[in-house]
């Protein structure tokens, strides 16, 4: 569709030759001979762009630019000026007009100046969408919780959200949430525009952790070919999350303490100070005080980071947010599997209600997840809600299952080509399900099935 100006002047010459111009260029033009008139196009906000005389016959062109930023604050005003009157020009950018124009015109400066506010305003436009697609997907409206220790903890995100830079310090067993709730804070705050960088300390030996956060110059090292910035310069603005803070060597500790005192660093091998505006927010699910007892962890650090302590109480702590959570996860994954079920039957609810979830809100995250791939009905029934270790698809560490192998051995090839049969069987031949089963990649899977294929296919050898 044809974007939309609005042309005010009262001249009826310049209306004209305006609209001539620009219908041209393959622009709709809407005219307004005053303020008046100009008022209703307003009103109505039927138009992408205006482009503003300064000098109108009832009204002053720049109260009709007040007016327009202030009902429609997306649409960019050019002001039009004499050659003499530049000076209002300036006033004009000063209360909020995106570009000025001077009569007589030069037709192709104009061309410029409109093109350019419609690609600056329609970029702006993308980009603070963007930021409320994400905003919704990572903001607080995904934190899922009546209970009271929830409902604190919501709370708590709000106010983080509004102070600017606190440190927060997010404690809690694992899959309780902590990596949500980082986000979450950042997606409530100011820092929304800027990035969400996310590191997790126990990943990296020590020199390449410190070379992710700091950075290096050219030449630090051996390896150091080009300048190289740090993700506490990339996150300037934003918010800088790190996980399992108490696996940092005290080196990195004591320069972690620095940054965040100081608000600034030094890439490896530089000697120029770089400031940064970040906040940081670490996450841990050992026990920091102990830690410090065994002279693994700063003190100071310490006090430094636990301003503001969150804890985030384990899901066995809150059972009345499990129905919420497992509905939550329902709907999640009737999105993803193309499924629809409806809910958990009552015996199943009860299940989950009773079970104690030593993996929390992962775990009972996985257990939906199997329970709406593989359940036959629309109704979860209890038989398909698998608790505890033995369940497939493994996702952290502490949760894998156990395989026994036979007192006589088996051979590797068998038992897989059994297991891969199986889940076809299980997902009537679904690949994609099948491989989600196996921690498969689609490819994998393929492959797999089809040498199944063929294996049952060939007539037994002896
Ligand atoms: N209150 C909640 N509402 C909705 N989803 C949640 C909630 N709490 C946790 N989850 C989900 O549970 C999963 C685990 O959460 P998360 O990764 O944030 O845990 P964690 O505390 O960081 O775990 P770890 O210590 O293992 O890193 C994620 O998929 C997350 O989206
Ligand atoms: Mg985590």
Redesign the pocket.
């Known amino acids: 569709m044809a974007e939309r100006i609005l042309v005010v002047d009262d001249e009826k010459l310049i209306r004209w030759s305006l609209r001539e111009h620009l219908t041209g260029e393959g622009y709709e033009v809407l005219e307004a001979e005053n303020g008046a008139t100009a008022a209703r196009f307003v009103e109505e906000g039927a138009f992408d762009l205006a482009l503003i005389d300064v000098r109108l016959p009832d009204t002053d062109g720049m109260a009709l630019l007040t007016a327009i930023s202030e009902t429609l604050p997306d649409v960019p005003v050019i002001i039009v000026t004499a050659f003499s009157t530049v000076d209002g020009a300036v006033d004009a950018m000063k209360s909020g007009a995106f570009d000025y124009v001077t009569k007589p015109f030069n037709m192709e400066e104009l061309s410029i100046a409109v093109k350019r506010a419609l690609e600056t305003t329609q970029l702006r436009r993308k980009v603070s969408e963007q930021v409320d697609i994400e905003k919704a997907r990572f903001g607080l409206g995904?934190?899922?919780?009546k209970s009271p220790g929830?409902l604190r903890i919501k709370e708590l995100v709000e106010r983080i959200a509004q102070s600017e830079t606190t440190t927060v310090l997010l404690l809690?067993?694992?899959?309780?949430?902590?990596?949500?709730?980082a986000r979450a804070i950042h997606y409530e705050s100011n820092r929304v525009d800027a990035p969400f960088m996310n590191i997790t300390c126990t990943a990296l030996p020590e020199s390449l952790l410190e070379s992710e956060l700091f950075g290096y110059e050219k030449g630090a090292f051996t390896d150091a070919k080009t300048q190289k910035r740090g993700l506490f310069e990339l996150a300037d603005g934003g918010t800088v999350f790190m996980?399992e803070i108490g696996d940092m060597t005290p080196a990195l500790q004591a320069k972690l303490l620095r940054v965040l005192e100081d608000k600034a660093f030094k890439r490896i091998g530089g000697s120029k100070d770089i400031s940064v505006d970040i906040r940081v927010i670490a996450?841990t699910?050992s026990d920091l005080e102990k830690a410090i007892e065994k002279n693994a962890f700063r003190e100071d650090l310490y006090y430094r980071i636990s301003i503001v302590p969150v804890y985030?109480p384990p899901l066995r702590e809150r059972p009345e947010?499990i129905p919420l959570?497992a509905n939550?996860f329902i709907t999640l994954y009737n999105t993803e599997f193309r499924r629809s079920v409806q809910s958990l039957s009552a015996e199943a609810l009860d299940r989950i209600q009773r079970y104690d979830w030593p993996g929390?809100?992962?775990e009972l995250?996985n257990v939906i997840e199997r329970a709406v791939l593989l359940g036959a009905g629309d109704v979860i029934a209890p038989d398909d809600i698998q608790l505890g270790r033995s369940v497939l698809g493994p996702k952290?560490k502490q949760d894998r299952y156990v395989v026994r192998l036979p007192e006589n051995g088996c051979n590797l090839a068998d038992v897989e080509t059994d297991l891969v049969r199986q889940a076809l069987q299980r997902t009537n031949g679904n690949q994609t399900q099948a491989a989600k089963l196996l921690g498969l990649t689609r490819d994998q899977i393929r492959y797999k099935a089809a040498k199944l294929r063929d294996l049952e296919a060939k007539p037994p050898t002896s």
């Open positions: 995904n934190v899922i919780g929830m809690g067993e694992s899959g309780t949430g902590k990596d949500m709730i996980d996450a699910n985030i947010d959570l939550h929390n809100v992962r995250r952290t």
